[in-house]
């Protein structure tokens, strides 16, 4: 993994001048650096110096010295961190060979960013993104790593009751959300730059192909709704910012699949089934499979 186009990334992280090996890694992975040790033999260096120099305010330097060496040592800390589920990340889900990496200046910013995310959801966040950037070079914008970087508890708990509605990490429909998302809530997270209602009532158009069948991708499902015609329909929706989307495609959630299916039925459905995505490698087209029916509701499963 190391050799690919993680290492770069990863040893940036950790502070290391060149590509880094993987029992390196599991030493920083396993004990974080005696930060006591390492004031006390910077101290005792300083107060050398300062008698040498005659400094007359030493103490003022030892405060300023030892403010710096906590900051410095708290950030490293956060990228120990990160570096740490980056690599469980690219684990489960590895970049393909022929990935370039993030580019260095996007690694400026993510590095800046990433120092200050102390809690360990926010750790988790840059992890995925840092390796979602590392799969695909570019999938992540700046604005997408200052809005990770501003999330506040409150926020983030909402956002994470609205992902599991997201369809195509671009829009939710407020239909099957109805009352589960309150309307304080959506204008929190409009604030907050996830979501935005354009200035008023937002309405997603539908399209069905040939065969008069839509798809809607929610996580790693599909669900595919027959439609009596391949007329375009216009559906309530709330639109996901660019800093939403990319945010909504980094991070894994349980979603309401079921739920949406089942609001299809609402819509002039003929039929409605639910199948699992996967992308054809190189080619980016989408194959369904293990496609099951959704049935109407109050009819048996097994109708």
């Not at 993680?6 to 590509?19: N, Q």
Request: charged share 25%.
């Amino acid at each position: 993994m190391l050799l690919g186009p993680a290492g770069k990334a990863i040893s940036r992280l950790l502070g290391a001048g060149v590509e880094i090996p993987a029992a390196w890694l599991e030493q920083k992975a396993q004990a974080i650096r005696d930060e006591t040790d390492a004031r006390r033999t910077v101290m005792e260096e300083l107060a050398a110096k300062s008698v040498e120099l005659g400094l007359e305010d030493r103490q003022l330097l030892e405060r300023g010295l030892d403010n710096l060496l906590g900051r410095v040592y708290r950030e490293q800390r956060n990228r120990d961190a990160i570096a740490r589920q980056v690599v469980e990340e690219l684990e489960s889900n590895p970049a393909p060979e022929t990935s370039e990496g993030p580019r260095d200046d996007w690694l400026d910013l993510f590095e800046s960013y990433a120092s200050r995310a102390s809690s360990e959801n926010l750790r988790s966040l840059f992890g995925k993104i840092l390796a979602g950037e590392i799969r695909k070079p570019g999938k992540f914008s700046p604005a997408t790593l200052h809005f990770a970087s501003m999330l506040d508890l409150q926020t983030a708990q909402m956002i994470d009751a609205v992902l599991p509605w997201c369809i195509d990490d671009s829009f939710i429909l407020k239909g099957p959300v109805g009352t589960a998302v309150h309307y304080g809530e959506w204008l929190v997270l409009e604030e907050a730059g996830f979501v935005t209602f354009g200035g008023g009532k937002l309405r997603r158009t539908i399209t069905p192909n040939q065969n008069q069948i839509a798809h809607f991708r929610m996580g790693k499902q599909v669900i595919g709704v027959l439609f009596p015609d391949n007329e375009s329909r216009n559906l309530n929706a709330i639109k996901l910012t660019k800093a939403g989307g990319e945010l909504a495609s980094a991070v894994s959630t349980s979603f309401q699949v079921s739920a949406v299916a089942e609001w299809f039925w609402s819509q002039q459905a003929e039929e409605v089934h639910v199948g699992d995505v996967v992308f054809e490698a190189g080619a980016g087209k989408m194959v369904i499979t293990n496609s099951r029916q959704i049935p109407r509701p109050g009819e048996p499963s097994n109708a």
